[in-house]
């Protein structure tokens, strides 16, 4: 194989659990205001909302703006999973996560809202919860 077609592979190459983890650190919700998560539990696609849920409620996510409002709403309709997040500046973004990775799902909020994509990798000191 030649020296050009192993860096163009090189670079492909990434772990998504990576990539999510990453993704979930960079997580900050200062200019949030609320987040209302709807969903079918029997959809097919419910994994990346779920994850995305679980990223959000997590304590040192939830330290970065403990006034912020998680509302579910568990539908019965077999429609895709979506969530409305409302902003401080009262603009809301509405983002669908039907045939999304959560690592997607995490990234484009992060972006929407003004945070970097990911986060820095490596060890970080422990906070004190």
Same mark, same amino acid.
């Given at each position: ?6 860096? +163009? ?27 209302? +998560? ?35 709403? +568990? ?19 509405? +983002? ?34």
């Amino acid at each position: 194989m030649s020296q050009l077609w192993s860096k +163009i592979r090189y670079g492909v190459r990434w772990n998504p659990a990576e990539r999510l983890a990453l993704a979930t650190r960079a997580l900050n919700l200062q200019k949030v205001k609320s987040i209302d +998560i709807s969903m079918d539990p029997l959809h097919h696609d419910n994994l990346s909302i779920r994850t995305f849920w679980h990223s959000i409620m997590a304590p040192k996510v939830r330290l970065t703006n403990p006034n912020v409002r998680v509302k579910t709403e +568990i539908r019965n309709d077999r429609r895709g999973p979506f969530f409305v997040t409302t902003l401080d500046d009262g603009s809301k973004l509405h +983002i669908s996560t039907e045939n999304m990775t959560a690592m997607d799902v995490i990234m484009n909020f992060n972006r929407l809202t003004g945070q970097p994509e990911l986060g820095k990798a490596g060890t970080r000191p422990r906070a004190k919860i």
